[in-house]
Structure formats: structure tokens, C-alpha cells
């Protein structure tokens, strides 16, 4: 059974940072490309950034280019989104997504992805 458990969130103030991490557990993680996406409260989903297999690649969402960096450790079977300079509309729910396609390219659409976790909430408020 897939299972994705973030943790990491909290309440931060404006300009703070907060590392997040998803572990992962019930398929082989460095076969699949991972993704960080978010929901607002009142908001759609919303990707933010993804990573290919053994982390030579990865995209940004403009809203998280330069502050946010996202990582793994497949030893690990863990995915990181290390956020810098947070800004209050960085509120939301946290989650890490597996991508459907086995030893598949790093990809965007979140149609692409096919487990998530539940979530942490990021909360940034001064």
C-alpha cells in the first residue's frame, strides 16, 4: 500500500523558513518523480514543484521559484521542500505527490500524479 506522511508544518512568520518532509513508504520511491503541491484555504490545488527520479531535475511553480527548494533522499525514501522567505499567501495545506508513471520524466500536471498525503498545514502569519 502506497503511503505518503508529511510533516514539517507550522505557523511562521513572514520572511521565516520551514522544511518540510514526506516519507514514503509501500513502492519503490526512486522509480517514480515526486511533487510538492499546496491548497489554499478556499482554493484549488496547486503545484508547486517536482523532481525527477534521483533529483537532476526539478521545476517551480513561479510563485516558489527562488525561495523554495525541493529535494530527496532515495536512501531515505524521503522528499523534501526546504521554504525560504515565506510570505503570508504561502498559507495553505502541504502535500507530496507520487507520480503514475514508473521511472517516468518529471512532470507538472497534476493529473500526472496519482497518490497523496494527507497534508501539513503551513501557516504564515505575523
Known amino acids: 500500500e502506497v503511503q505518503l506522511l508529511e510533516s514539517g508544518g507550522g505557523l511562521v512568520q513572514p520572511g521565516g523558513s520551514l522544511k518540510l518532509s514526506c516519507a514514503a513508504s509501500g513502492f519503490t520511491f526512486s522509480n517514480y518523480a515526486m511533487s510538492w503541491v499546496r491548497q489554499a484555504p478556499g482554493k484549488g490545488l496547486e503545484w508547486v514543484s517536482a523532481i525527477s527520479l534521483r533529483g537532476g531535475s526539478t521545476k517551480y511553480a513561479d510563485s516558489a521559484k527562488g525561495r523554495f527548494t525541493i529535494s530527496r533522499d532515495n536512501d531515505k525514501n524521503t522528499l523534501y521542500l526546504q521554504m525560504n522567505s515565506l510570505k503570508p499567501e504561502d498559507t495553505a495545506v502541504y502535500s507530496c505527490?507520487?507520480?503514475?508513471?514508473?521511472?517516468?520524466?518529471?512532470?507538472?500536471?497534476?493529473?500526472?500524479?496519482?497518490?497523496w498525503g494527507q497534508g501539513t498545514q503551513v501557516t504564515v502569519s505575523s
Open positions: 505527490a507520487k507520480s503514475k508513471v514508473f521511472l517516468g520524466a518529471v512532470t507538472t500536471a497534476i493529473s500526472e500524479y496519482d497518490y
